[in-house]
């Protein structure tokens, strides 16, 4: 018989991995005498059985150590050679995970195997060489399933990593527990994290990273704890089984040192600018740029310059499933990656987008000055502070391994802070480690941002509140939203000839001109005011609930009601 890597139908792929295993790489000639094949490759015959071939092929591939899986796709890692493109700026030699291209799938098949087909010559059939069938490679490229043998590959990372049972990866090369390929810079070669850190160590991890921001100006210390976290996040991103925050840097004033503080974070964690990503208004386009980003095992992205308000459905789902979909360009099909990256952004008084809950899943890094001009500044500690950070980057590298190391060899002792729903996993690991380290809860820094972010619960409450006052004043249960804006628009219609008159009800019509984004100071139709309404249905403030009622010819009735608290 001819010795070939057959699969049947019936067997999984690994055992028939097991079986292939065992079998020589030999083929046979007309008069039934065994060959072995001089490449020491596996001999696949090439007629009609495609499934066959195709179950073969993929085995074949068992040896192409530049070849992995994720996602359900063959891929290969790539040094990046930069790009300048569509608002996006990726550095060169940033490792790229590509997709196998159809060509170089078909290069790979035909050298992993000998691949032959009977031939009749002068009356006897023999084994010829051959080429794998052009069905069968994009077979293999498109079965979404492919054996063990092939390794899965999660993510590229280019610093240590604290993985999810707590060990940090320190060897270059593929790890096997978490499917991380470690490319090991030169300037961490012969460096390593303590197995078990003692208290001196932390303390001395501790002081060597709060020297390095010393001369930045935050704005109270859980804002400097709050950088940490971004910082230990970029070392512990696949220790959390979950989402993790965005990281937003803020300034009051423009050169106060933002966009340097990132810097040093890049440097850090990549010896690179970090991918920079434009902010987009067209969300379509922004979700496919964050696809790309999600397919290509892109793992640190930078918003920068974030000017207008900010937040968008794309972003808050990427935040929050840790899956990004889009359909691939020129057809009609879905394509789906995991989103890993640590998301970092840049603002000067940012402002978020009504309705977005991008301000709930950000973690603010706010700097603060008082002077006018602070470029100026002088008497900094470390000066220029990118070149401190490159000569002492595996100092400052293991120091933040040191501390995440530190508190899970500890046993990761419960420290008693505050629940972030939807980080909780980040919040377990991170905030845990730094409060256990001596420094501030940086979730006292996210709840400054609510408070001042929350353009959504101002609203909600002169919408309640506004209705409440024209129930109060008509002695009515209930009213619908079209009966108030005839009374708006009568009282401005009236105060057109009378600017002594005052509207009656300013609070509900501040909040209904907020609520349809009015510009040009002319009432919102009662259609739209319906539509958007609809979300703050049984919307609760302080005491007061809005609640609708039943449906009447101009609309919904609307009441306000008392709630127990």
Not at 31 to 51: A, C, F, R, W
Not at 153 to 175: F, N, S
Not at 396 to 409: D, E, F, I
Request: proline letters at 5%.
């Amino acid at each position: 018989m001819i010795a070939v890597a057959r699969v049947a139908n019936s067997v999984g792929v690994d055992i028939a991995m097991t079986a292939w295993r065992s079998m020589p790489t030999m083929s046979t000639d007309a008069e039934g005498e065994s060959q072995v094949s001089e490449s020491g490759h596996p001999t696949i015959i090439v007629d009609h059985e495609l499934e066959r071939m195709c179950d073969e092929a993929a085995l074949s591939l068992e040896g192409r150590a530049e070849l992995f899986q994720r996602a359900g796709n063959l891929v290969r890692v790539i040094n990046g050679a930069g790009s300048k493109l569509r608002g996006l700026i990726r550095s060169p030699g940033e490792p790229n995970i590509q997709s196998i291209p159809l060509s170089q799938m078909h290069l790979m098949l035909a050298s992993s195997a000998d691949w032959k087909k009977w031939k009749k010559d002068e009356g006897e059939f023999q084994l010829v060489p051959s080429l794998p069938p052009d069905k069968v490679v994009k077979g293999v490229l498109e079965r979404g399933e492919y054996p063990q043998c092939i390794r899965e590959l999660q993510a590229v990372i280019e610093t240590p990593m604290l993985r999810l049972d707590h060990q940090v990866i320190q060897k270059p090369g593929y790890d096997e527990y978490s499917g991380l390929l470690y490319l090991q810079p030169r300037c961490l070669e012969g460096h390593s994290v303590p197995e078990f850190p003692n208290r001196e160590d932390i303390d001395e991890a501790r002081e060597l990273l709060l020297d390095m921001i010393f001369d930045f100006q935050f704005r109270n210390e859980s804002h400097r704890s709050a950088y940490l976290a971004g910082l230990l996040t970029c070392h512990a991103r696949f220790a959390i089984d979950g989402n993790i925050p965005l990281f937003m840097v803020t300034a009051n004033s423009p050169r106060t040192g933002k966009t340097l503080l990132t810097e040093i974070t890049s440097e850090l964690v990549v010896g690179r600018d970090f991918t920079k990503m434009s902010q987009h208004v067209d969300e379509e386009a922004e979700r496919k740029v964050i696809t790309s980003l999600a397919m290509s095992g892109c793992l640190y992205v930078l918003i920068d310059n974030i000017s207008k308000p900010f937040g968008s459905a794309a972003l808050d789902m990427a935040l929050t499933t840790g899956t990004v979909s889009d359909r691939a360009m020129h057809t009609f099909s879905m394509v789906s990656a995991p989103w890993k990256a640590v998301t970092w952004a840049t603002a000067n008084n940012p402002q978020f987008k009504q309705g977005s809950d991008t301000a709930m899943r950000t973690l603010e890094i706010a700097l603060e000055t008082e002077l006018d001009r602070p470029e100026i500044r002088q008497g900094f500690r470390h000066h220029p502070l990118k070149d401190y950070v490159k000569q002492n980057r595996a100092r400052l590298v293991m120091a933040a391994l040191t501390m995440l190391r530190g508190y899970c060899a500890a046993g990761r002792p419960d420290q008693g802070l505050k629940n972030w729903g939807g980080f909780d996993e980040w919040s377990r690991l991170i905030r845990h480690c730094l409060v256990w380290c001596g420094l501030p809860d940086p979730y006292e820094a996210h709840a400054e941002l609510l408070e001042s972010a929350d353009t959504d619960r101002q609203l909600k409450e002169d919408l309640i509140m506004g209705l409440k006052e024209v129930l109060d004043h008509y002695k009515a249960e209930s009213i619908t939203f079209s009966e108030i804006l005839t009374e708006l628009e009568s009282q401005i219609e009236y105060r057109r000839h009378n600017q002594n008159q005052a509207i009656s009800f300013p609070r509900i019509h501040q909040a209904l001109m907020q609520l349809c984004n009015v510009r040009d100071g002319r009432l919102p139709p009662s259609n739209v005011v319906g539509n958007r309404i609809k979300r703050f249905k049984g919307s609760v403030s302080g005491k007061h609930q809005l609640v609708p009622l039943d449906r009447g010819m101009h609309g919904f009735r609307w009441t306000v009601r008392e709630v127990s608290q």
